[in-house]
């Protein structure tokens, strides 16, 4: 049994890592700017949490001691992405170098270091901090989340709609599918410094996923087809955001999870 720092531990991702490792036995410490009370985190039964900050560093000492092994989760949006990952990352990993943390495995994204888009490269300065860090590093980047795509499709429900962006395709990936590969590279799975690729087991248009969405789901609201400019769509049209090679075994498909979720 280790002990597993989760950073980001109140997230989507932070949350399911933080089950797996409870489940496999480990001991784990949650590290959040907010600590959640019992009744709004469903996991802090099993986990201890600790209030630390990134970019300021605050509780950062606290959060590391006594840890075998972090597993970064972290996510911020807008203008605090290139704070959060970059500096805060340089905060974590010389902080938890100081106090002798061994391993640390970072939640990152498939395109990363291929993307114009400024979050993209916020997450590929992150990246690099922690490969030229004294510690012995894995990097798992992840196509998009199940629960991402979703909420894609459903930006358009002021319309009435749901958006589906075109010459995109997807390989949506169940988070918890995510979080077992996160805690087998945490266990010690793939080679020191190494970058690891993961996504769902099928690559599906846009529209496709949102017809599956839609029959799901029961709405009423119609596709509208968009095209997304910028960065962020010129990436995703020319299929950066997929890893046919890196399907994971028996990962749940997006249909399979709007089943499991209406």
Do not use: C
């Not at 959060?63 to 990952?85: E, L, P, R, W």
């Not at 629960?147 to 962006?165: C, E, N, Q, S, Y």
């Amino acid at each position: 049994m280790s002990r597993v720092l989760v950073v980001g531990g109140t997230g989507l991702a932070g949350r399911a890592v933080t089950a797996e490792a409870i489940e496999r036995g480990h001991e784990v410490v949650v590290a959040a700017r907010r600590v959640p009370d019992d009744d709004a985190d469903p996991y802090v039964n099993g986990a201890a949490y600790v209030t630390a900050d990134l970019v300021t560093g605050a509780g950062l000492e606290e959060a590391v001691d006594g840890v075998d092994v972090i597993v970064d989760t972290s996510n911020a949006a807008g203008k605090q992405a290139a704070h959060v990952f970059a500096t805060g990352a340089q905060n974590l990993v010389h902080t938890a170098a100081r106090f002798g943390v061994h391993r640390a495995v970072l939640l990152s994204i498939v395109g990363a270091d291929q993307s114009a888009y400024g979050y993209y490269r916020a997450k590929a300065a992150q990246e690099r901090a922690y490969l030229d860090s004294a510690l012995d590093t894995r990097v798992v980047r992840a196509t998009q989340f199940h629960d991402f795509v979703t909420a894609i499709f459903d930006r358009g429900r002021p319309l009435g709609a749901l958006l589906a962006p075109t010459g995109t395709r997807f390989q949506p990936i169940a988070v918890g599918d995510v979080a077992r590969v996160l805690v087998d590279a945490a266990e010690g799975a793939g080679e020191p410094r190494s970058v690891i690729h993961v996504g769902g087991p099928r690559v599906e248009s846009a529209r496709s996923l949102a017809e599956q969405w839609k029959a799901g789901s029961g709405t009423r609201r119609y596709i509208l087809p968009i095209r997304l400019g910028g960065a962020l769509g010129a990436t995703w049209r020319a299929g950066r955001n997929l890893v046919p090679e890196g399907a994971v075994d028996g990962g749940l498909g997006y249909g399979a999870w709007v089943a499991s979720r209406t």
